[in-house]
T-cell receptor, first 111, second 115 residues
Framework: GENVEQHPSTLSVQEGDSAVIKCTYSDSASNYFPWYKQELGKRPQLIIDIRSNVGEKKDQRIAVTLNKTAKHFSLHITETQPEDSAVYFCAAYITGNQFYFGTGTSLTVIP | EAEVAQSPRYKITEKSQAVAFWCDPISGHATLYWYRQILGQGPELLVQFQDESVVDDSQLPKDRFSAERLKGVDSTLKIQPAELGDSAMYLC?????????????FGQGTRLTVV
């Protein structure tokens, strides 16, 4: 099955700096890559996603890039704010299959 | 906005007891997932349903765990007997099926503590 690896496991940045989280996947059939944000005690919520036919997608301060050849995708958060502090999960999905999640990155934005 | 409903939110049970969790997916979502999330880790799939059929239960410890979705709508996950190592967050998610960029919507989860 698919194997998703996520790095780093923890990340601390100063408010206003950028944060980058990287994931790799193993199955070239994966065609959809969502990113979820999970605040303490709350459900994971989708913040951005990308399909395999797109190389980059941006939504305000959040962007995701995908390199299909290298089988990796990254989450970029610019101008970080304290409310960005949470655990972020990447996932890889194959149509008709399941979501395979990374192990999560705990992001702390220091005011 | 439609949400995935789960109950209970919290459950404390003694080891060797039986425990059950309930999930009601977003209306019309044919695909339902049960995930287990241990603190500090990513969600791991236990079982996936497509309508009332099990698509994948390869990671479900079938000697103690069971799951059903009899009418293809809501679902129940049961553990009997519970063990200390079962303490975790149990997340239910649902999605529309068959589309490439189908988003999975998660419920609030049930936090299980086995004592």
């Amino acid at each position: 099955g698919e194997n998703v690896e996520q790095h780093p496991s923890t990340l601390s940045v100063q408010e206003g700096d950028s944060a980058v989280i990287k994931c790799t996947y193993s199955d070239s059939a994966s065609n959809y890559f969502p990113w979820y944000k999970q605040e303490l005690g709350k459900r994971p919520q989708l913040i951005i996603d990308i399909r395999s036919n797109v190389g980059e997608k941006k939504d305000q301060r959040i962007a995701v890039t995908l390199n299909k050849t290298a089988k990796h995708f990254s989450l970029h958060i610019t101008e970080t704010q304290p409310e960005d502090s949470a655990v972020y999960f990447c996932a890889a999905y194959i149509t008709g299959n399941q979501f395979y999640f990374g192990t999560g990155t705990s992001l702390t934005v220091i005011p | 906005e439609a949400e995935v409903a789960q109950s209970p939110r919290y459950k404390i049970t003694e080891k060797s007891q039986a425990v059950a969790f309930w999930c009601d997916p977003i209306s019309g979502h044919a695909t339902l997932y049960w995930y287990r999330q241990i603190l500090g880790q990513g969600p791991e799939l236990l079982v996936q349903f497509q309508d009332e059929s099990v698509v994948d239960d390869s990671q479900l410890p079938k000697d103690r765990f069971s799951a059903e979705r009899l009418k293809g709508v809501d679902s129940t996950l049961k553990i009997q007997p519970a063990e200390l190592g079962d303490s975790a967050m149990y997340l239910c998610a649902s999605s529309s099926s068959g589309r490439v960029n189908t988003e999975a919507f998660f419920g609030q989860g049930t936090r299980l503590t086995v004592v």
